[in-house]
């Protein structure tokens, strides 16, 4: 779906709401109470009947087979991150058995760092920018440290020059011959910036730099094709775009190439199955991406995502791209449209190549004006200090939603709503 030719009034937004092929997905999705207007997807998807019914699934083996849960289906819930993670692996295009559904985002950081980051005299600096996600660089500085290093010798930055964008010529300038590692996002979460990943994984290559990239606020948005960037690594959520729930379990991807690579941070179903139950106290590195889990799985943490990914595999990750590209660029034409004499804008590329999946609206009383979007029954996302991430998620937003979602800050927007909120921040916006 690319349509483009988009007109003011709330017909075509119907017209788009029928036409639109992925629309039979919306009932798949829980309303939330009162028929919230929900535009934080980016953060925490909305939970779907097929989560809850994988989820329940693994409850009701758990209550008939107890221990016998690791024999069920040929070792299904045994093999349970490999399983999921070579279903995920499809959304990316990435190869068989490179994908793991394992622990949290900032621990497959940390062994991503742990494993690909070993510091010579020549190379020993990691390469980041200054708009990534906090916790990127809170897992990277950790690992500096705990090998005695300074963090300000060994971690080198690449500031952006307006605070909004990454200037993709300036960080391969920075990929000198002392950078190990370099550790960027695909998407950035304030400014919904696309990285160009080819690009820089070839560039980094060139210089024998390994590189990997930061997913959550792309993966299930963007169609990634890893077959052709060929990243060493990547890290990610599932519970934003591919609501998979709260806390779920995160992904992790390795390609093959250096699956004989000693692996970081060891652990007991990093093992060998074969050998994993001998229990000897020296590690049988796995041959593959099992290698990268530590501990136990956390099968209800995982459990949703197995059920969601029916719905992903069902409507086709360039179905989903499609649709993302062509409501975010709805929504951009009615902000010009409906919301200048207002002061607001926006700092997100316009460009379809350059986008990921939500619209960074700017405005001085950003975070005001959140707390009356909510008054209004509508959901968005608060970053500080003056942006409002709204996304429109293509399996269950509406082009009737953005719709509402404009007229609602126009309405804000004249009547100055946000004067009747305290600007005190609250832990969670």
Not at 95 to 107: D, F, P, S
């Amino acid at each position: 779906m690319a349509n483009k030719d988009f007109q003011p009034g709330i017909e075509q937004a119907r017209a788009l709401d029928q036409q639109d092929v992925l629309g039979k997905y919306r009932s798949r999705f829980f309303p939330l109470t009162d028929n919230k207007v929900y535009m934080d997807g980016n953060s925490l998807g909305l939970a779907s009947i097929d989560a809850e019914k994988a989820l329940l699934k693994v409850m009701d083996v758990w209550k008939k087979e107890g221990i016998l849960i690791w024999n069920v289906d040929n070792g299904h819930y045994f093999n349970y991150g490999k399983n999921l993670g070579n279903r995920v692996g499809k959304l990316i295009n990435a190869g068989e058995n490179e994908v793991m559904i394992t622990a949290n985002t900032t621990l497959n950081i940390h062994q991503a760092i742990a494993t690909f980051w070993r510091p010579t005299k020549e190379r020993y600096k990691i390469l980041v920018d200054d708009l990534n996600f906090p916790t990127d660089r809170y897992a990277i500085d950790s690992q500096v440290l705990l090998k005695g290093m300074k963090v300000d010798e060994v971690v080198k930055v690449v500031n952006s020059n307006n605070g909004v964008f990454i200037d993709e010529d300036a960080i391969i300038a920075a990929m000198t011959e002392d950078v190990a590692v370099i550790l960027l996002p695909s998407v950035l979460y304030r400014s919904s910036q696309l990285l160009d990943m080819e690009r820089l994984t070839k560039e980094a290559h060139k210089r024998g730099i390994y590189i990997g990239f930061d997913l959550c606020h792309s993966i299930g948005a963007v169609a990634h094709n890893f077959e052709a960037i060929q990243p060493d690594f990547a890290i990610w959520c599932n519970y934003k775009y591919l609501s998979a729930g709260p806390g779920a379990t995160a992904g992790i991807y390795v390609n093959k190439k250096h699956f004989d690579k000693q692996v970081g941070l060891s652990g007991w179903f990093g093992n060998k199955d074969e050998t994993q139950f001998q229990l000897k106290h020296q590690f049988d590195q796995a041959l593959d991406i099992t290698a990268y889990q530590t501990g136990t799985p956390n099968m209800f943490s995982m459990a949703p995502l197995e059920g969601v990914l029916n719905i992903y595999e069902e409507a086709g990750m360039e179905n989903v791209r499609a649709k993302s590209l062509n409501l975010t660029a709805y929504m951009m034409y009615l902000i010009d449209t409906r919301l200048k004499d207002y002061n607001y804008s926006y700092s997100n590329g316009t460009e379809d190549a350059k986008r990921g999946g939500h619209i960074a609206l700017v405005h001085e009383e950003a975070y005001r004006i959140c707390l009356a979007l909510k008054k209004h029954n509508v959901i968005p996302d608060f970053r500080e200090p003056n942006v409002i991430r709204l996304a429109p998620i293509a399996l269950y937003n509406s082009y009737e939603e953005v719709y509402h979602l404009i007229e609602t800050l126009e309405l804000i927007g004249k009547n100055k709503e946000w004067n009747d909120f305290s600007n005190e921040r609250a832990i969670v916006i």
